[in-house]
């Protein structure tokens, strides 16, 4: 199946680059195939030439690289014309003045109260609520079977649990959880024409500008009037950034934990020993976790780093304005990090810890910690409540969203017992 917008992407491929396929139709091709192609890859994103890193080691040294940074005005492509906002994935890079996009110490103030927010004391205190919605959830899912007893556990579990969590955290009414889960979807999704895709994030900022002055004049507990509300002697945010930590952070927040809750769930069912060892308490939970985003990343590739000088790594350079992807799928497969069964799950894997799927360095996930507590609340209950869970279809009719970024399912259907 072809993109259509492969035919509006700049001109001139890259020549012998590993393709990412939009459609997602092969993931584990595409990892060995990137794997194979050395520790940095030449890629082509719908016509664009970049560079990726395939490997735990040099990944871990270029995200430390000050020489590689997130201003767009740093890309050769993009300063000379080659690559506009006709191009489908533009709104993955340059998504607005946020926390995501810039460096140093511009990234440290508009990152602080965003990491302020989500410490470990304060999950610990919204931990009550994540249990309050898994277990309304669970009680959803049950009631959601069809005549044939199959619901889909992406639509009625993994997908609305951490749209509530950020959505409590942000302030967000549930009313609008459902209209910003269809955004965010239509947004990423490989099938949405540019000038939809450009209006959706037109739409997301009037929602969160209408947010912001909400919380301006009635400030509340949440993460949106905690970013609102300068510190004594503190520079505030202006309502652009604001706006643009929210709109990252809403997407970050719950499409990873999305793809964690599924893609755990799915190592399990087809590997029906593992899942026993957990259930009898010889595995804990965050064992599974932790393998599970080494293993079977939720963010495949992301988008994008621009060198400001000639970066040296291995045999290969990274040229000044060139651009750098982090393909994190490739790097948790790493066999000099992982061993040479680095493919295969296992959750008594010494090494699972060792991975570097929320980042590293400054740039590191905010939410890598929310993450965590959502799966480590989701997983237990959902098979505490269902031990005899199980896919309702073949494991290899499991088909991917068309997204370039996130490794997303487009549904999940399950028997519960």
């Not at 993109?3 to 590993?18: D, I, K, L, Q």
């Not at 895709?197 to 909400?214: G, P, Q």
């Not at 719950?254 to 399990?268: D, F, K, Q, W, Y």
């Not at 590997?271 to 599974?288: I, K, S, T």
Request: net charge negative; hydrophobic share 45%; charged share 25%.
């Amino acid at each position: 199946m072809n993109c259509p917008h492969t035919a509006a992407a700049p001109a001139g491929r890259s020549t012998g680059a590993v393709v990412i396929d939009p459609m997602v139709q092969d993931l584990d091709g595409e990892t060995a195939r990137l794997r194979d192609a050395g520790v940095l890859a030449r890629i082509d994103l719908l016509g664009v030439p970049a560079w990726t890193v395939t490997r735990h080691a040099e990944a871990r040294q270029l995200l430390l690289d000050q020489r590689l940074v997130k201003d767009i005005d740093a890309w050769e492509l993009w300063r000379s014309g080659v690559v506009t906002r006709a191009w489908p994935l533009i709104g993955m890079i340059d998504a607005g003045r946020s926390m995501f996009t810039v460096d140093g110490a511009e990234h440290r103030r508009l990152r602080t109260k965003t990491s302020q927010a989500l410490t470990p004391r304060r999950l610990e205190a919204v931990r009550p609520a994540i249990e309050e919605f898994t277990e309304e959830l669970l009680d959803q899912l049950e009631a959601g079977r069809d005549e044939n007893g199959v619901v889909d556990l992406k639509a009625v579990f993994a997908q609305p649990l951490p749209m509530k969590v950020v959505g409590m955290l942000m302030g967000v009414d549930e009313s609008q959880h459902a209209m910003l889960t269809r955004q965010y979807k239509a947004f990423f999704s490989m099938l949405t024409p540019q000038d939809e895709r450009l209006a959706l994030l037109a739409e997301l900022d009037v929602f969160y500008a209408e947010l912001v002055r909400e919380r301006t004049a009635r400030p509340a507990d949440d993460l949106t009037s905690a970013l609102i509300l300068a510190e004594e002697g503190g520079e505030p945010l202006t309502e652009e950034e604001v706006v643009g930590n929210l709109k990252a952070m809403v997407a970050a927040g719950h499409e990873t934990t999305i793809g964690l809750v599924l893609n755990a769930v799915r190592a399990l069912l087809s590997h029906p020993d593992q899942l026993r060892m957990v259930l009898d308490g010889e595995a804990d939970w965050d064992a599974v976790i932790e393998e599970t985003l080494r293993w079977d990343t939720p963010t495949t590739h992301l988008l994008m780093r621009f060198a400001t000088e000639d970066i040296t790594v291995g045999d290969e350079v990274i040229r000044e304005g060139e651009g750098v992807v982090i393909s994190y799928r490739a790097i948790g497969r790493d066999i000099e990090q992982h061993g040479p069964d680095a493919d295969a799950f296992d959750i008594t894997r010494p090494t699972r810890n060792r991975h570097m799927t929320f980042g590293h360095g400054p740039h590191i996930c905010p939410g890598a910690a929310l993450s965590r507590v959502e799966a480590a609340t989701a997983l237990p209950a959902l098979f505490g409540r269902f031990p005899g869970l199980r896919l309702a279809v073949p494991d290899e009719e499991i088909t991917k969203l068309p997204v370039m970024t996130q490794n997303d399912m487009a549904a999940f259907p399950v028997l519960l017992d």
